[in-house]
């Protein structure tokens, strides 16, 4: 069978250092390229033991083995995965994580969650041959360090290939790219466009979706330093301008549930121009209630709700967890205190996103590698603007939100929860406790219709 490369790939299979990263844009080719590196290795060492991992158990299945199983069906070589292998006496006793090759090659499989933490003393007595780590900017260094010391059976060469998207300067980049490199080891860095079996709309969607900065690191595989940068891409020149209600698009409210600071937005999705605007923020200083989150948004988006195609709330993962003194939850009260309108139905499933992934999903509204913003925010969300101009990634970690002040992160993470749903779609939580929950009846305190409307009408 003959196995078609790229220029890049085809340097990095060749390549004969005992170490060597493969860092490209998403959709570059980099699994299936690591996978044909694997099938190498247990072919020419079928007397010692491999090692493939993955970020996560659906990634380890779904792309990196099922490359390498693929790889070898179609060089029609017999494997067996979970089960004891009928051509040899196996060396393990549990195969449930172990991938038997005809030849006597056996390669053991884990995802990096697996090792990690506790976990990586079950794999610190290994003896290796070989290993390949896909999408390794997941992994710590330490486990890193684990599975580099494993590498010690003479029977194979010890050779590890990685294969990821770039991570800023993480520690991909401290050990193969920087000054302190260790000895050794080289990198390889090819762009998204380099495979030409991707549709040429692929990288253009990206470009439409994904901020600047990471657009360069996610397509072209470039080294973004994120860590010195706020998180959120907002530009009060570029992001900042009024707000009208329109009732031809749904309404959205996201609450990040916090009893110090209680925080949500409300927000419209124009779903043909793809643009989202935000209306209003709900921001209560201390002693911040579900409920009184709940009535706050009746008083000023009653007649509002009534007039669109769907009224969309969402909490975050916290508003999904039971208390032990009740059987309803913070989702819920939610429901019962928006249960009188057909429209109303809640969003999302019973985990908040990644925060990666959901800063990613804001950024590439407030700031798309094509420069038209697609997302607007209006001037009295003073909170949220204060937040999306404040928020910082901690220091020494380029992808983690610093929440070390309390006044912050909230209101931003209501908005990051939306921009999440709205890219991936949204599905629907069923809850069907609503007797047991007190209903909430919006008090106006005798407050005037403007105050209450904060100004937003129909227009």
Not at 273 to 297: F, H, M, P, Q
Request: net charge neutral; aromatic share 10%; with cysteine.
């Amino acid at each position: 069978m003959a196995i078609t490369l790229s220029k890049p790939q085809m340097s990095f299979l060749r390549d004969k250092n005992p170490l060597v990263l493969a860092l490209t844009g998403r959709g570059g080719g980099k699994s299936y390229v690591g996978s044909v590196w694997t099938m190498q290795q247990a072919i020419n060492y079928p007397n010692t033991m491999g090692f493939v991992a993955a970020s996560n158990t659906t990634q380890l299945n779904t792309v990196a083995v099922k490359q390498l199983t693929s790889l070898l069906d179609e060089c029609g070589i017999e494997w067996v995965r979970g089960e004891e292998p009928k051509w040899y006496n196996s060396k393990f006793t549990n195969h449930t994580n172990v991938l038997s090759i005809c030849n006597g090659a056996q390669i053991l499989l884990r995802s990096f969650y697996e090792t990690g933490g506790a976990a990586d003393r079950n794999i610190r007595g290994l003896n290796l041959g070989y290993a390949w780590l896909d999408e390794s900017r997941e992994l710590t260094s330490e486990v890193f360090d684990v599975i580099l010391a494993c590498l010690r059976d003479p029977k194979g060469p010890c050779h590890m290939r990685l294969t990821s998207t770039p991570n800023g300067k993480d520690w991909q980049w401290r050990r193969f790219l920087s000054e302190d490199k260790l000895a050794g080891t080289s990198c390889h860095r090819w762009t998204t466009h380099e495979n030409k079996h991707l549709s040429p709309n692929f990288a253009a969607s990206l470009k439409e979706r994904l901020d600047t900065d990471t657009y360069n690191q996610e397509v072209l595989g470039s080294i973004v330093d994120f860590g010195a940068n706020q998180v959120f891409r907002f530009n009060r020149d570029k992001n900042c301008k009024p707000c009208v209600f329109d009732p031809k698009f749904n309404l959205y409210y996201s609450t990040d549930l916090n009893v110090q600071n209680m925080s949500g937005v409300i927000c419209q999705y124009d779903h043909i121009n793809k643009v989202v605007y935000v209306l209003d923020e709900i921001y209560i200083r201390n002693n911040g209630s579900t409920n009184k989150a709940c009535e706050e948004v009746l008083l000023r988006y009653s007649e509002h709700i009534k007039q669109v195609p769907e009224f969309l709330f969402m909490a975050d993962e916290a508003g999904q967890a039971r208390s032990t003194r009740v059987s309803y939850n913070d989702v819920d009260i939610m429901q019962q205190a928006f249960k009188g309108y057909y429209n109303a139905r809640t969003l999302n499933g019973p985990s908040k996103p990644h925060v990666v992934e959901s800063v990613t999903a804001l950024n590439g509204m407030l700031d798309p590698a094509d420069k038209q913003p697609r997302l607007f925010i209006d001037p009295r969300c003073k909170q949220l603007i204060k937040d999306l101009e404040s928020v910082r990634w901690e220091e020494g970690e380029p992808r983690k939100i610093d929440k070390s002040d309390s006044e912050l992160t909230h209101m931003s993470d209501s908005l990051r929860y939306i921009c999440w749903n709205i890219s991936q779609g949204s599905q629907e939580v069923r809850v069907f406790n609503l007797k047991e929950i007190p209903t909430i009846q919006p008090n106006d305190h005798n407050r005037s219709r403007e105050s209450i409307l904060g100004g937003n009408y129909v227009r």
